[in-house]
């Protein structure tokens, strides 16, 4: 029955259980997701999703795209994995006249400078915690971190660009060491229990496509894996669940058709 609460909130992004209370089985179905979840999740582009719980939104890696419609009095955390410029954009600093509570935490590899105060930078491998959250990062495969985020009860991981980028045309030798580095890096998540993972599944890797997303899902214990990083090809999805290789997490797989999506977990 989810779709049609998927329906009515794209429709009605503002959408409250006594706007539509002439329609009690829609109602039903929105209390009822309401009491087992909690947590809004926007795929935005590419690698940006935004996640929303009770009073706080999270964005990762905008670059572009349309921002959810939400209260001004939401606390708002803007990450960015890294400056490539699919996945990040210097237009999040304007974000501070329209949500006065927010705050930046970006890669140190980011030569931008945000608002004065409310930006902070981190490198790989570190572990800060930021008012109620503690943020942990890892170093990726290609430039700046991964973010593994623990809010309340939640735990959300963001790869940015932490893949294992395993190209046909690379020498063996190159792709060992992205192999080893790979695994290395993951290892260190072995087991972790996480509510929702953001992971590159790219499909410029041809036949490795899924080789880093597959990795990790076999070795943390992620609840749902949301694909990032499609270049638009959202195919890629169908080619993955179609796969034997997804057998063991295609129910925790979170099929991406569009931008503007919105999941309820
Ligand atoms: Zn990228």
Redesign the pocket.
């Known amino acids: 029955m989810r779709w049609r609460l998927y329906e009515v909130r794209d429709r009605f992004p503002n959408v409250c259980e006594s706007d539509i209370s002439d329609y009690t089985d829609i109602k039903s179905d929105i209390m009822n997701i309401r009491r087992e979840s909690g947590v809004k999740i926007t795929f935005l582009e590419h690698?940006g999703y935004v996640i929303e719980e009770r009073d706080k939104a999270m964005i990762f890696d905008f670059y572009k795209g349309t921002l959810p419609a939400f209260s001004n009095r939401m606390k708002v955390y803007v990450f960015a994995s890294h400056a490539?410029g699919?996945?990040f954009n210097k237009r999040i600093f304007e974000w501070e006249g329209q949500y006065p509570d927010i705050h930046y935490i970006l890669s140190d590899d980011i030569k931008d400078r945000g608002p004065e105060g409310k930006c902070t930078y981190i490198g790989p491998r570190r572990l800060i915690q930021l008012d109620e959250m503690e943020i942990q990062t890892l170093r990726s495969t290609?430039e700046g971190v991964a973010y593994l985020v623990k809010l309340w009860d939640k735990k959300i991981y963001h790869g940015g660009?932490l893949n294992w980028w395993h190209w046909e045309e690379e020498s063996k030798a190159y792709n060992e060491m992205m192999r080893r580095k790979y695994q290395h890096e993951i290892g260190k998540l072995e087991g972790e229990p996480i509510d929702a993972a953001f992971l590159p599944l790219d499909p410029r890797q041809e036949e490795q496509y899924a080789w880093g997303l597959d990795y990790f899902m076999r070795h943390t214990q992620t609840r749902h894996a949301f694909p990032m990083?499609m270049w638009g090809q959202y195919d890629i999805c169908s080619k993955l669940l179609a796969s034997p290789v997804s057998g063991p997490y295609r129910d925790r797989f979170m099929r991406v058709d569009a931008p503007g999506q919105v999941f309820l977990i």
């Open positions: 690698s490539h699919d996945h290609d660009d990083h």
